[in-house]
Each structure stands twice: as C-alpha cells, then as structure tokens.
C-alpha cells in the first residue's frame, strides 16, 4: 500500500461529472430552493420560451459564452470547442433527468433533503471535473479564461458573472411572467458557500485517487 493512490481515467471522471451536475442542478430546482446561478438564465429562457427544453437552451447559452471567448481571443480556441461539446452532453443530460425527476414526491421533509443532497452532489460533481484534466463545462470555463484574458482576479469575475446571470433572470422573469421565477434561498445559500465545500471535496479527493487523461499525455510529451 505505502499510501500509493490509486490512478483514474479522467475520461471516465468527466463523464460522471457531467452526469452528477445536471441530475443536482435539476435536483435543486424541484427542491423549490432555487436554481444555480450559472444555470439560471437558461432556466429563465426556458420558462418565458418554453417550446425547447431546459438541456437546449442551456447548451445555447453554452455554446453563446464560447463564441464570446473566441472573440475575446480573437482567434479559434480547438479546446473551447471540446468544452462545447462537454456542454451539448451536460444540457442533454438534463432532458434526461427531468424525465424522472419531475415526478419525485414534494413534501416539504422532501423538499429538505432534496435540497442538501442537491448541494452535496453538485459540490462533489465540480470537484471532480476539476480535476479530470479535460475541458470543463462552458459555464464553469468562463469566468476562468476571461480572468486569464483580462488579468483581473478570478474571484472579481466569478462574482460578477454569476450577479450578471442572476440580473438577467430576475429581469427576465419579472417583466415577462410577472414574478420573478427560479431563484431562492438556495441560490443564496449556494453563492456564499458552495466554493467552500467543493474545495473540501477536492481536498479529500486529492487525498485518495489521482487523474490522467489523453490531454495530460500529450502535455508530458511536449
């Protein structure tokens, strides 16, 4: 044993990443707490334009932040659209969730705990796909890269997309449905702690297994 851990493919991890992300995101919004910044203005098209689904306007909007990058790079990015494509996953992963998950019980015990595993998937979802070493989601390579681009911190710019799309799906909501729509005490509750318990998990996970992937490969022959 010698504390040697144990080696994972980070393509298999992204997989299950996006799989656990879309089924807590969804989780969280039948919870009645809210929705996730990030995916709040989707969810806000959605509802004001409900003829396409939630998972197509999320890869839309998705696929509208890696045209925005490319413009801030001025040139084309061939990982931006491998993280498209992670994103097209994510948003058809949703379609297929809301399936069942529409249909679960809404008690409000059941609300509670929909709500905490909601919190506990997401935050364990995001800790390992930062850690496959592949492209990562559109909404969650954003902030990142225009960070990068711009110099300012990332945490100035994490802070303002996510009160951008909060904005917007207030506004959105409020003027065409009458009442502001998807956002609650968990969206709240998400935004002020959610980075504390993802970088627990990654802590944890650090700690227990390590990732490659093709990517990494390539990387360390470089």
């Given at each position: 044993?010698?504390?040697k851990k144990?080696?994972?493919?980070?393509?298999?991890?992204?997989?299950?990443?996006v799989?656990?992300?879309?089924?807590?995101?969804?989780?969280?919004?039948?919870?009645?707490?809210?929705?996730?910044?990030?995916?709040?203005?989707?969810?806000?098209?959605?509802?004001?334009?409900?003829?396409?689904?939630?998972?197509?306007?999320?890869?839309?909007?998705?696929?509208?932040l890696?045209?925005?990058l490319?413009?801030?790079?001025?040139?084309?990015?061939?990982?931006?659209?491998?993280?498209?494509?992670?994103?097209?996953?994510?948003?058809?992963?949703?379609?297929?969730h809301?399936?069942?998950?529409?249909?679960?019980?809404?008690?409000?015990?059941?609300?509670?705990?929909?709500?905490?595993?909601?919190?506990?998937?997401?935050?364990?979802?995001?800790a390992?796909?930062?850690?496959?070493r592949?492209p990562?989601?559109?909404t969650?390579?954003?902030?990142?890269?225009?960070?990068d681009?711009?110099?300012?911190?990332?945490?100035?710019?994490?802070i303002?997309?996510?009160?951008?799309?909060?904005?917007?799906t207030?506004?959105?909501?409020?003027?065409?449905l009458g009442?502001?729509?998807?956002l609650?005490?968990?969206?709240?509750v998400?935004?002020?702690?959610?980075?504390?318990g993802?970088a627990?998990?990654?802590?944890?996970?650090?700690?227990?297994?390590e990732?490659?992937?093709?990517?990494?490969?390539?990387?360390?022959?470089?």
């Amino acid at each position: 044993m010698n504390g040697k851990k144990p080696v994972l493919r980070g393509e298999a991890g992204l997989v299950a990443a996006v799989i656990i992300n879309s089924l807590g995101v969804l989780l969280m919004l039948q919870s009645g707490s809210g929705i996730s910044a990030i995916s709040s203005v989707p969810y806000a098209f959605n509802q004001v334009l409900p003829k396409l689904s939630l998972g197509t306007w999320t890869y839309m909007f998705q696929g509208l932040l890696v045209a925005i990058l490319m413009l801030m790079r001025r040139k084309f990015v061939p990982s931006y659209l491998f993280s498209f494509v992670v994103g097209f996953a994510f948003g058809e992963m949703m379609d297929v969730h809301e399936l069942w998950i529409t249909k679960l019980p809404l008690t409000i015990p059941l609300r509670i705990l929909y709500f905490v595993l909601s919190y506990l998937i997401i935050c364990f979802g995001i800790a390992l796909s930062n850690r496959c070493r592949l492209p990562i989601i559109p909404t969650d390579l954003f902030p990142r890269e225009v960070a990068d681009i711009t110099g300012k911190p990332y945490a100035r710019i994490k802070i303002s997309f996510d009160v951008i799309c909060l904005l917007i799906t207030a506004c959105m909501t409020y003027f065409c449905l009458g009442h502001i729509r998807g956002l609650g005490v968990g969206t709240v509750v998400a935004a002020f702690t959610m980075g504390k318990g993802i970088a627990l998990i990654g802590n944890w996970m650090d700690k227990k297994v390590e990732f490659v992937s093709v990517l990494q490969k390539k990387e360390a022959g470089a």
